[in-house]
């Protein structure tokens, strides 16, 4: 019987997009461990592994994967269930919203690194109707995206509603998502996969992110 792949991924802390594949992780109850870098300070051995320079990277038996939908696709592939439907149009409608979601989780930073009202308000204005977009293919029938099973697309999504959550609590900045779309987030936030994919502190360092980027939202 041939052994387990040695899974290790390679991000920071607060990083979303690392966080989508931990929770895929966890779902699928395969093991892995989480190196975390100083982004700004990034160790010279991550230059040979990340071509971009950017995080996440998948180490599959010390043999680097990078950019978080590949690295995805990958574990969903190699490591059952499948989280993708198996209509290969819903699947590809999946891979489409996942890839709206890198848009959202781009605003959603420019919402926070924000430098004064004007750009506040354009940043948020554009999430939010990116998030009602994004709620108008809800399944009717939910909690999650489409119906009652979580999928990979709710994996994708759930780092961007845990995040929105604290920033609605601490600074008060309510993105007036749908009754759906609430219930579909606050479902993804009650899964202990979404739960345990972020280091205990989380919230702490998440908070001191958004104090760093100095933006209006801290004159709020």
């Known amino acids: 019987m041939s052994q387990p792949n040695k899974l290790e991924l390679v991000s920071f802390k607060v990083c979303p997009f690392v966080q989508r594949s931990v929770i895929a992780l966890n ?8 190196t975390h870098i100083n982004p700004h300070e990034p160790p010279d051995w991550f230059s040979a592994i990340s071509p971009l320079g950017k995080v996440p990277v998948l180490l599959v038996d010390g043999k680097p994967l990078f950019e978080s939908a590949v690295i995805l696709e990958y574990l969903d592939e190699v490591y059952p269930p499948s989280l993708h439907p198996a209509d290969p149009l819903q699947k590809a409608q999946h891979r489409a919203w996942v890839e709206f979601c890198s848009e959202l ?18 940043a948020y204005d554009s999430l939010r109707n990116g998030l009602q ?16 099973s979580l999928q990979l697309v709710d994996c994708v999504y759930a780092p961007l509603f845990m995040r929105l959550a604290l920033v609605k609590k601490h600074f008060g ?3 007036q ?7 579909w987030s606050d479902a993804l936030l ?9 280091v205990e502190d989380f919230e702490d360092v998440f908070l001191n992110f958004v104090k760093m980027r ?3 939202l801290l004159e709020r």
């Open 177 to 183: 998502m749908s009754e759906r779309m609430q219930v």
């Open 214 to 216: 100095e933006g209006y």
């Open 173 to 175: 900045v309510d993105l």
């Open 190 to 198: 009650a899964q202990e996969a979404v739960k345990t994919s972020v």
């Open 27 to 34: 779902e699928k109850g395969v093991a892995y461990t989480l």
């Open 105 to 122: 989780v781009t605003r959603q930073f420019h919402m926070l690194s924000a430098k004064d009202a004007a750009a506040f308000d354009e």
């Open 133 to 148: 977009r994004v709620g108008g293919e809800l399944a009717a029938a939910g909690p999650f995206f489409a119906g009652s």
